[in-house]
């Protein structure tokens, strides 16, 4: 899985929008490549007896609470806005996505299955939740993106699976200090103190600060433009 990053949050996928190229229009998609993949990794885990309830009781919350605010609080704007709230995505942007990525997805995932490949199951336990609930984001990510939602809906995703995640990584890094000395555990307790660095600052130092506000401000300005 790629997990691709977007400006307007951590894991951001892009909308699948029926656009033209070439003279030939490009069908919609209900799930994208990158929901697939990111969906199989999830059911993995599942299947590993790893994933609590709380975390699948959390992502099924998270489906009803989607709706139901996209109907009782943020309905959508008519038309529906589509631009971006950054605009177009800089060097040092797309350098951010990219260890993003890197550092939340593919080094977890590359360390939990080879724990699981080893028989360490244990061992990887608690690096599970985070993998489950960031691949969980990227999927509810890519539901938030259709044109039914609104900018402060599609906000709830990254701001909440961010927060649920802080929790999870806690308790990675409670486990990873916990451990006797074995040769795992220098790049597991690596990559628990990275993570819990890197979104500890995307929650505080930029989803709530600068994406949220800026989210908000479109939103009720393109509201208030439509009503006039």
Same mark, same amino acid.
């Given at each position: 899985?790629? *997990?691709?990053?977007? @400006?307007?949050?951590? $894991?951001?996928?892009?909308k699948? /929008?029926?656009?033209? %190229?070439?003279? +030939?229009?490009?069908?919609?998609?209900?799930?994208?490549?990158?929901?697939?993949?990111?969906?199989?990794?999830?059911?993995?885990?599942?299947?590993s007896?790893?994933?609590?309830?709380e975390?699948l009781?959390?992502?099924?919350?998270?489906i009803?609470?989607?709706?139901?605010?996209?109907?009782a609080?943020?309905?959508?704007?008519?038309?529906?806005?589509?631009?971006s709230?950054f605009?177009?995505?800089?060097?040092?942007?797309?350098?951010?996505?990219?260890?993003?990525?890197?550092? *939340?997805?593919l080094? @977890?995932?590359?360390? $939990?299955?080879?724990?699981?490949? /080893?028989?360490?199951? %244990?061992?990887? +336990?608690?690096?599970?939740?985070?993998?489950?609930?960031?691949?969980?984001?990227?999927?509810?990510?890519?539901?938030?993106?259709?044109?039914?939602?609104?900018?402060?809906?599609?906000?709830?995703?990254?701001?909440?699976?961010?927060?649920k995640r802080?929790?999870?990584?806690?308790?990675?890094?409670?486990?990873?200090?916990?451990?006797?000395?074995n040769?795992r555990?220098?790049v597991?307790?690596?990559?628990a103190?990275?993570?819990?660095a890197?979104?500890?600052?995307?929650?505080? *130092?930029?989803?709530? @600060?600068?994406?949220?506000?800026?989210?908000?401000?479109?939103y009720?300005?393109?509201h208030?433009?439509?009503?006039?």
């Amino acid at each position: 899985m790629s *997990g691709g990053i977007g @400006p307007c949050s951590d $894991i951001h996928l892009p909308k699948e /929008e029926s656009t033209e %190229e070439a003279g +030939k229009p490009q069908r919609r998609r209900f799930f994208t490549f990158r929901q697939l993949n990111v969906l199989a990794v999830m059911i993995v885990l599942s299947a590993s007896g790893m994933v609590s309830i709380e975390d699948l009781g959390f992502v099924l919350f998270s489906i009803i609470y989607l709706y139901f605010i996209s109907e009782a609080a943020f309905p959508q704007t008519n038309p529906p806005w589509t631009g971006s709230v950054f605009g177009q995505t800089n060097r040092t942007l797309r350098l951010y996505m990219l260890t993003s990525a890197v550092i *939340g997805l593919l080094f @977890p995932l590359a360390y $939990i299955f080879e724990g699981i490949v /080893e028989g360490d199951k %244990e061992g990887v +336990k608690a690096a599970v939740p985070h993998l489950f609930l960031l691949g969980s984001q990227v999927f509810m990510e890519g539901v938030a993106s259709k044109d039914r939602f609104s900018l402060p809906v599609r906000v709830f995703v990254p701001v909440s699976y961010n927060t649920k995640r802080i929790f999870t990584l806690a308790e990675w890094l409670r486990s990873e200090i916990s451990k006797e000395q074995n040769r795992r555990l220098y790049v597991g307790r690596g990559l628990a103190v990275a993570n819990m660095a890197f979104w500890c600052f995307n929650l505080f *130092g930029f989803l709530v @600060p600068v994406y949220l506000p800026k989210a908000f401000k479109i939103y009720y300005s393109n509201h208030k433009h439509n009503k006039d």
